[in-house]
């Protein structure tokens, strides 16, 4: 499992070369052995060692020398409940907890927003951080959903595995910083409920190569 935890801290520091967190601001874990691997809780990524990441059962019990994330509730919440998930990540992004102090969900200014399995990506209602009642609001934002913004706090994203899940991070926060943007010069022009429903189909073979199978659903 230590392969796994490596994999966790590479992708944990990414985030920070990506811009999404800085210091000790948000979480990343991975499906593993009936449970999943977590970031611990208060310390930079860029000190972190393979021994400091703890494992977790899907029933909240910890092993390893590191306190989990004070946000593993809402990521054993998601594993319990979406099995083709493999991996979460939670970033303080500029853009992204712009967007949710404002309490204000993206709608469609730009049909990649069907990236993230719907029209919209979902402000999630306001809890306190570490909290089951925040963790209830984050599933009730993913359902249906790759990713969603959490009230006054930042952004989620469920991949398949830890690159998909940066990825859907990286892209998020660039949604947030355009949306933003265009709200600068005037109210955005969004995509109708029909222009949508013909994206999220041609979503449903995004990415794939001529001869590759389907790998799962967009949200």
Not at 63 to 69: I, T, V
Not at 81 to 100: D, T
Not at 124 to 130: N, P, T
Not at 170 to 177: A, F, K, M, N, T
Request: one cysteine or more.
């Amino acid at each position: 499992m230590d392969e796994l935890r490596a994999q966790l801290i590479a992708t944990a520091r990414a985030m920070g070369s990506a811009g999404l967190n800085k210091g000790t601001a948000g979480n990343l874990s991975v499906r593993a052995a009936a449970g999943f691997l977590i970031t611990p809780t208060g310390m930079d990524y860029a000190s972190l060692e393979c021994a400091d990441i703890p494992w977790m059962s899907l029933e909240g019990e910890a092993r390893g020398r590191r306190r989990p994330s004070s946000e593993w509730r809402f990521h054993r919440d998601i594993y319990a409940a979406r099995p083709e998930v493999g991996a979460v990540l939670h970033a303080h992004s500029p853009f992204a907890v712009s967007l949710a102090c404002l309490r204000r969900e993206i709608p469609p200014f730009h049909y990649m927003i069907a990236r993230f399995g719907g029209t919209t990506v979902r402000c999630g209602a306001y809890a306190l951080f570490g909290t089951q009642a925040l963790s209830d609001a984050a599933l009730a934002a993913l359902e249906g959903r790759s990713a969603c913004l959490l009230a006054n706090h930042g952004m989620l994203v469920a991949g398949r595995d830890l690159k998909q899940a940066l990825d859907l991070g990286i892209e998020l926060e660039s949604l947030c910083e355009q949306y933003w943007r265009a709200c600068q010069l005037g109210e955005p022009v969004l995509l109708s409920a029909a222009e949508m429903a013909e994206v999220l189909e041609h979503f449903r073979h995004y990415g794939q190569q001529s001869g590759q199978q389907s790998g799962g659903k967009t949200s």
